[in-house]
């Protein structure tokens, strides 16, 4: 589908001169175009497809005076938003203007388009401008030249917000994914050494107990001195067996003390990434709107 200004021109003036035939075009040329504008608002099959066809009875009941003289393709877009903005108040009465783009837990229609949460990630970060556009292209489905002619603006403005956007929410959500890694690597670290040091702790108790159970043993017995000899031999290579193994884990210990620490400040660090990254996206977002009241 592409939206043709010269043929809407045309067919606009036709139906102000009364042609059926030409009412009769805009509304199979372009009724799939007025579905996905509603649709990336209202995100919803049934109630998009009663938009689209309340569009075309306005278009049809409309005096030759009201109709578009020039620019028909964006006359066609803000009708198609206002007769969506006006069902949403007639299914929700309490509804905010400024969060219509949001995506509700309810939208089922558009399960296989792009994920709730995801979406919403998206949409929340962006101002008016930008939300149009971003939901336009994901969820109406419309190319890059089919919303600069519908927004009025040009394709080089509309990629450039969609990219912007975008590109902004993708730094945002990954540094928040490393900042979750690194602290969930940091915690199994370091419940990992807790276990280890346990279990050193009790096998390093568990030799102790047999070292003097085996010395009051051989106290009692005064039999077989060679024997008794050996068994110390024994004894004394154990215990040194030990303690070389309590070193290696002290050094083994040290080492993960260190992982840990590099791990936890790797997860601070994308955590104030993280806020300072959000703070500038906030900023930036309050010094355009302010611009735009102006």
């Known amino acids: ?5 010269k043929e809407l021109h045309e067919l606009f003036q036709g139906i102000k001169q009364g042609s059926r035939t030409a009412f009769e075009v805009l509304y199979k040329r372009y009724k799939q175009l007025v579905y ?15 938009i689209m066809q309340n569009v075309f009875t306005k278009i ?11 620019k028909e393709a964006s006359w066609l877009y803000t009708v198609t938003k206002n007769e969506t903005i006006t069902k949403l108040r007639k299914l929700k009465e309490d509804i905010d203007i400024d969060s219509i783009y949001n995506m509700t837990t309810d939208c089922k229609d558009i399960e296989n388009i792009i994920d709730n949460d995801k979406y919403n990630r998206i949409i ?5 401008k930008e939300q149009e556009i971003v939901s336009l292209k994901i969820l109406g489905q419309l190319s890059f030249k089919e919303i600069s002619k519908l927004m009025d603006i040009p394709i080089g403005t509309v990629q450039w917000h969609y990219y912007k956007a975008i590109d902004c929410i993708k730094i945002l959500i990954g540094n928040i994914s490393m900042f979750i890694i690194t602290t ?13 040091m346990s279990q050193a702790i009790e096998e390093s108790n568990v030799i102790q107990e047999d070292s003097k159970e085996e010395e009051k043993t051989s106290q009692d017995s005064t039999e077989n001195s060679e024997q008794l ?14 303690s070389e193994t309590i070193e290696i ?15 936890l400040g790797s997860s601070t660090l994308f955590l104030i990434l993280t806020i300072i990254f959000s703070i500038i996206c906030i900023k930036y977002q309050q010094n355009k709107k302010k611009k735009t009241s102006k």
Not at 36 to 50: G, V, Y
Not at 231 to 242: R, Y
């Open 184 to 196: 969930v690597l940091y915690l199994k670290n370091k419940l990992t050494n807790k276990v280890e």
């Open 249 to 263: 884990e002290t050094i083994n210990t040290s080492l993960n003390n260190i992982e840990n620490k590099i791990l």
């Open 1 to 5: 589908m592409d939206i043709n200004k």
């Open 229 to 242: 000899e050996n068994e110390s031999i024994e004894k004394v290579e154990e215990n040194t067996q030990t």
């Open 36 to 50: 996905k504008i509603a649709f990336s608002i209202i995100k919803n099959k049934e109630n998009s497809e009663d």
């Open 124 to 128: 929340n970060k962006l101002d008016e």
């Open 60 to 70: 049809f009941e409309l005096p030759e005076i009201k109709l578009p003289e020039n």
